[in-house]
């Protein structure tokens, strides 16, 4: 059964760039089924979706973050990356990997997530 | 700022039925996408609970139901149970925007 599990820094200085590895276990990223995206979650707010990203590296953005906001793929790995650049006290949240469908959507497999403080 | 409006709270004593309403427009569940529904536990990640407007991923009680009309959605709980009370999330395609998500409501079992 797929799995997907957050890495990278929990703390962040403003200005610089918050940066996320997920990674899958128990089923390949390249599967022509799935995007594999990425979502956040303000402390005590609703989700928000970041953007998502297709084995082949076609991607999808939240037009409101497009601008600063990165999705990579390493099928090798079998892992897909974010980062956001410019941090604020804004990008403080809780940052979700998931597997969404390509035919759809809905995301079917989440990972547990991952806290991230941009504070000095 | 979410474009699919949802109440912040609802709640009902054990066995009732509970409904919450996921409210969009022309872009998104009209267009017309896909309604899909998540429950989050607290501290948990959220859970897909309803994909498709009414269809029920393995494992989903039949306890919980889905349905959409025109530019809105809703999700139906029945037999309400204390392990129900979670923060529910509805999700669609906004054509202008991409996935959005609803701004959440809060589920209280009384």
């Known amino acids: 059964q797929l799995q997907l599990q957050e890495s990278g820094p929990r703390l962040v200085k403003p200005s610089e760039t918050l940066s996320l590895t997920c990674t899958a276990s128990?089923?390949?990223?390249?599967?022509?089924?799935?995007?594999w995206g990425w979502i956040r979650q303000p402390p005590g707010k609703g989700l928000e979706y970041i953007g998502s990203i297709y084995y082949s590296g076609s991607t999808y953005y939240n037009l409101s973050l497009k601008s600063r906001v990165t999705i990579s793929v390493d099928t090798s790995k079998n892992q897909f990356s974010l980062k956001v650049n410019s941090v604020t006290a804004a990008d403080t949240a809780v940052y979700y990997c998931a597997r969404r469908s390509a035919y759809d959507y809905y995301m079917d497999v989440w990972g547990e997530g991952t806290t991230v403080t941009v504070s000095s | 700022q979410s474009v699919l409006t949802q109440p912040p709270s609802v709640s009902g004593a054990p066995g009732q039925r509970v409904t919450i309403s996921c409210t969009g427009s022309s872009s998104n569940i009209g267009a017309p996408s896909d309604v899909h529904w998540y429950q989050q536990l607290p501290g948990i990640a959220p859970k897909l609970l309803i994909y498709?407007?009414?269809n029920r991923p393995s494992g989903v009680p039949d306890r919980f139901s889905g349905s959409k009309s025109g530019t809105s959605a809703s999700l139906a709980i029945t037999g309400l149970q204390a392990e129900d009370e979670a923060d529910y999330y509805c999700q669609s395609y906004d054509i202008s925007l991409s996935t959005v998500f609803g701004t959440g409501t809060k589920v209280t079992v009384l």
């Open positions: 128990g089923g390949s990223i390249s599967s022509s089924s799935y995007y």
């Open positions: 498709g407007n009414s």
